[in-house]
């Protein structure tokens, strides 16, 4: 596994943790990771118009607590103080709003199966390797597409 994978996974159990052991009584709390580190390139008439990096991330939280439900979204910073103050602040929030909410019938607290991870590892070009593999295939087309590349 590459090593800011392991690093992105180490941070977001850390926050988790953080977040878990914040509970109050009766709360149960769903914490979910979505995020990418990737390369990309555009081509356009055969061409490298634009390549770049793109590295992003979320947390989504879902608080359930008496009956009601629950669920906000913030942006992973990769900065553990940052990311844990505003996961205590969304939780807080999420708190607040929760107690606000009508009871839902069709609530059922979750039961803690621990966590779920996939790795399908894949034989990637590298960046720099992208633009002299595909171009001299499309020289003789009109050829517009785009690369994508990395870990989700």
Known sequence: ???????????????????????????????GLESEQSHFVRFNAARVRQAGIVADGTVKLRLIHNQRRATTAFPLTGDLAVDSARGLENLNDLRQEVAQLPEDPHVVPPEDLGSS????PGQLLSPEAVADTLLPVVQNIDFTGFYAAGVV
Do not use: A, C
């Open 1 to 31: 596994m590459k090593p800011e994978v392991e690093q992105l996974e180490s941070e977001f159990y850390q926050l988790s943790d953080l977040l878990l052991n914040n509970l109050e009584s009766g709360e149960h709390l769903w914490i």
């Open 117 to 120: 991870r996939e790795i399908y």
